[in-house]
């Protein structure tokens, strides 16, 4: 200690003085002070030190800086004189700055902290730290962090050496290792002065890990997802990061358990059942992200559709079939109910569309009406075929307004049937007319024949007369992603990681879960569907007990569904078809909220 007893801060001329010609020959300490109950001033040896910013890590909570001056000063013997900044380059002239600081919780209490620059901009080796309770000399009693929900423990600031040691660390070990070779190189646990010696806690460590950047931040995000995943699934009911494999290629698993259930609800139950869409997506940090959607059957919008929601997930490096394996796979190793899915829809990708199959036995196949139309265009154009006349053959296939195409036969028989009633017409209807005809036999008649005919349509869910399937609320969903970073200025100037992406995605399914749950509430997007209105309770939720309040939520999320009704329509030919049906989820239909 320097001096205590005194009622007031000192000056830049009365620093510059202790510093510059007392501090040579006072009591100088070699650590930093920590909870101060007193007025004192301290002189501290920089050189002993880690970092001259830890000079702010005292165990005394949030420091508000309300004031900072700059001055510079020339030491000559004994004596030391403010001179004007041109002088700065002469090796006897110093730069102090003394930076003026009130305790935010403790108003009364202040402290300054003066540092210095020789002429060469290096540290100078003394800085004075001192702290004066206006009101009282008292213990202080520090607030939690200010974005603490559940700790009451008083925040304190960890040091910048620590921080300095945390980013070097998480480049050579595991971040669940980083504490224990911190301890390590301050010495070993009975060396520790402070708490600012050691990180806050492990998120602190995964925090510094998403700011780091270049391409060794690829394996540590996979470290710290692997860590978050270990944690997490220590209470699976509330997991979202669910399984993470490194060979033979990266691939994140990801689903809450109420995700899960809604498979097992929408999706797997004879009586009333939608499609388990599955889209592979665009690239996300090198990563190609892949989810489910489905719709909630309890739940309609405004416009009388059920809403779509995002499924499980998964984060991989590649489109190979083993890496779209592990999306079914892990749902029914997670929850076994979920191999009972009954159709599933894809653009038509077999390295995606196999490996489902496999895994969802009992599922049929739907292929996405808007893919096959743009392959069968491309294939046109690419022959050489007129507008107009494509126009034709395209109508022969998917029908248009008054008239039935290919797609609205009824069985295999109806459409091979139809298929060689039009092998003449298209042959002779443009010169390219046959080799039309034999690519749309060799490559698409079994493919349409077997899932996206109306008898398959009806059989998947989708109605009689059966709307067709499109990939619409998946490329909505796609979009949404996509446009997150539109909506966060500063995400947009952030480097984005996979632990970024998978951070997104767990707000958007909290986001949707919550919304969800507020059609009970008569609030929100959503409303309760006939059949269900017995769990709508308005406003009478507000009075109700913790435990009636959770049983309801228990109650909403996994009732059980009912028959749906069902009408008696007798057998349509396909000439009796007056015009095409309407696309299942049309984009603005989907109800997908935003990306929070």
Known sequence: MYEWGLGRCKNLQEAANILLIEASSANVAEVVPTNINKSVSFIIDTSAIDHIDDLKCDEMGSWICVGVKTAYFRK??????????????????????????????????????????????????????????????????????????????????????????????????????????????????????????????????????????GPERVQDSLEVLMEKCKEEMVYENTAFIRSVQITPEPIIFMATKRQLVDVERFCCNPANFCVLGVDATFELCNYYLTFATYRNLILETKSGHNPVFIGPAILHKSKLERSYHVLPSEMVRCHPPCAGVLAVGTDGEQNLSNPLLNVFQSAMHLRCDMHMKDNIKSKRSS??????????????????????????????????????????????????????????????????????????????????????????????????????????????????????????????????????????????????????????????????????????????????????????????????????????????????????
């Open 383 to 596: 022959l050489g075929v007129p507008l107009a006349v494509g126009k034709e053959y395209m109508a022969d296939i998917f029908g248009r307004e008054g008239e039935a195409g290919l797609v609205h036969c009824q069985d295999g028989t109806e459409f091979d049937n139809g298929l060689q009633n039009l092998k003449t017409v298209w042959e002779t209807r443009h010169a390219k007319g046959t080799d039309f005809y034999q690519y749309f036999v060799k490559n698409k008649a079994s493919v349409i024949r077997e899932t996206m005919t109306a008898g398959v349509r009806s059989m998947c869910g989708l109605g009689f007369p059966p709307e067709v399937y499109t990939q619409n609320a998946s490329e909505a969903m796609n979009k949404l992603v996509k446009e997150e970073d539109k909506d966060d200025g500063s995400s947009r100037r952030k480097r984005k990681t996979v632990c970024d992406v998978v951070e997104r995605l767990r707000k958007l399914v909290e986001r949707q879960e919550q919304e969800q749950f507020l059609a009970v509430l008569g609030k929100g997007e959503y409303k309760v569907v006939d059949g269900y209105r017995h769990l709508e309770v308005g406003d009478d939720y507000y009075r109700m007990t913790a435990r009636q309040k959770e049983t309801l939520r228990k109650d909403f999320f996994t009732c059980k569904q009912i028959a749906r009704e069902t009408e008696t329509v007798d057998h349509i030919e396909i000439t009796d078809f007056t015009s095409p049906p309407a696309l299942s989820v049309q984009p603005e239909n989907t109800q997908i909220i935003t990306v929070p």
């Open 76 to 213: 000559k013997s004994a004596k030391v004189k403010k001179v004007s900044e041109r002088k700065c380059q002469r090796e006897d002239v110093f730069k102090l700055t003394r930076r003026y600081y009130s305790n935010d919780s403790l108003p009364s209490l202040k402290r300054i902290i003066v540092s210095g620059l020789d002429h060469k901009q290096q540290n100078y080796r003394y800085a004075l730290v001192q702290y004066v309770f206006t009101k009282g000399e008292q213990t202080v009693r520090g607030k939690p962090h200010g974005n603490s929900k559940r700790s009451s423990r008083p925040y304190k600031r960890t040091m910048k050496s620590t921080m300095v040691k945390i980013k070097s660390e998480v480049e050579k070990v595991d971040p669940g290792k980083v504490i224990h070779s911190i301890v390590k190189d301050r010495g070993g646990v009975d060396s520790l002065r402070t708490s600012g010696e050691l990180p806050r806690d492990r998120k602190q460590i995964y925090n510094v890990v998403q700011t780091l950047s």
